[in-house]
């Protein structure tokens, strides 16, 4: 019996801190008033998914996805079990890149918005953009 | 409250997932063993990852490389300004003595030169070890950026990987100097146009291989091209597009810390 809640445990204490990640960023998302600090929580959560997605790709006993003699193993057969799967690795390599460059854009958005309404607090945005109408 | 609710539902739906490294997991069953067992026969390319990024999954890559281009220039037009108001006083230091000169409007301003710099704010101060030791370190760093591009096929890295480590080498320059000096050496015009050629160079290297009628991004007309054997034809193939990629990466990490840093204006920044 606690063999079994152990090994539950085990088998899934990443995929419950992915989530306690996540949920920390969509708190933070949902609930603060400043801009910055949104943007904070939304990068919170992509490194949830990005870590996710690496950990989706773990295999018991098996090595990175580098084939370490290129020549001896030409001819011999490949075997799967033995590397790790890599296409999460590529997804991720290119969604960490992408998630610098939308965070500039993001940055410089709010440099904008602050040049514009003087404060990055959306209750105090909002009054703002009810006037100008 | 949501987000506690939301989360003991994920939890639960944690319980259906495969143990964690399991072989069998469905994720690592479908096209994985595939790349895994065929990488090294189609591409002589020992590191899977970057044949999978830019070899099977080219066009992805492309279009990731595109998004990095256009958050370049969204940032570019949404901060960049182009009036530039001279303020009445110039602050400028002379670099042996130490002494600040305040210059008002009328006065005469040093001539460029390596006695005197520019300051902006009233109380910068002289960070010799700081800009001696970034002189030191920059070229290595470069070297490595360099490395990391080249020698992706073998080892982990890549193009994305190495055209960060390019561009840090270029912010370390501009934070451990001011970004005048940094600008002078790398103007906005060079970045935008080498963020323009590694964009080039991807697509157009795609529609190379259309006009010698093979499919979009098929690296094998360089085996037709050059005379080599299909397989290291991909390799070399995949060498050249992340050169474009790491070249992208490089510009626009550069270009997305000087409007950053200096709010659009391009003068002395952080």
């Known amino acids: 019996m606690v063999d079994g809640v152990i090994e539950i445990i085990v088998s899934r204490i990443n995929y419950w801190v992915y989530i306690a990640l996540m949920m920390i960023g969509l708190y933070g998302i949902i609930i603060k008033n400043n801009i910055m600090k949104k943007i904070i929580g939304l990068s919170i959560l992509q490194t949830a998914v990005i870590l996710f997605f690496v950990s989706i790709g773990a295999k018991m006993n098996a090595t990175i996805p580098i084939i370490d003699h290129p020549n001896a193993s030409a001819h011999t057969a490949i075997s799967a079990t033995h590397f790790i799967n890599p296409l999460p690795h590529v997804l991720m390599l290119t969604a960490i890149v992408v998630a610098v460059a939308t965070l500039g854009v993001a940055l410089s958005m709010i440099i904008k918005i602050y040049r514009e309404y003087n404060t990055l607090e959306e209750d105090e945005i909002l009054p703002q953009l009810r006037e100008d109408k | ?270």
């Open chain 2, 1 to 270: 409250m949501l987000t506690v609710f939301l989360g003991g539902l994920l939890i639960y739906g944690s319980f259906d997932f495969p143990l964690w490294g399991d072989p069998a997991a469905p994720a690592s069953i479908h096209v994985s063993p595939y790349y895994i067992e065929n990488t090294l026969k189609d591409t002589s390319v020992p590191n899977i990852v970057t044949a999978v990024l830019a070899d099977y999954r080219g066009y992805d890559t492309m279009f990731e490389t595109v998004v990095i281009f256009a958050a370049g220039i969204a940032c570019l037009f949404l901060l960049r300004t182009y009036k530039t108001v001279e303020p009445d006083i110039q602050l400028y230091r002379h670099i042996p003595t130490g002494i600040t000169l305040r210059i008002e409007k009328g006065g005469k301003f040093p001539a460029d030169s390596r006695y005197f710099e520019r300051l902006d704010s009233a109380w910068v101060p002289y960070g010799l070890i700081v800009k001696t030791t970034c002189r030191l370190v920059i070229p290595f760093i470069q070297i490595f950026a360099l490395y990391v591009i080249a020698h992706g096929h073998y080892s982990p890295g890549g193009g994305f990987q190495g055209g960060v480590i390019m561009g840090a080498s270029l912010v370390l320059f501009a934070i451990a100097f001011d970004l005048r000096s940094a600008i002078r050496r790398m103007g906005e015009r060079v970045i935008m146009l080498l963020a323009t050629l590694g964009v080039g160079i991807y697509a157009g290297f795609g529609i190379l291989s259309m006009l010698l009628e093979k499919n979009y991004l098929d690296y094998s007309v360089l085996a037709n091209l050059f005379a080599f054997d299909p397989a290291s034809a991909h390799s070399h193939g995949i060498l050249i597009v992340e050169i474009g990629v790491g070249i992208v990466v490089m510009a626009v990490m550069v270009l997305l810390y000087y409007i950053l840093a200096s709010a659009g204006k391009n003068d002395e920044g952080l």
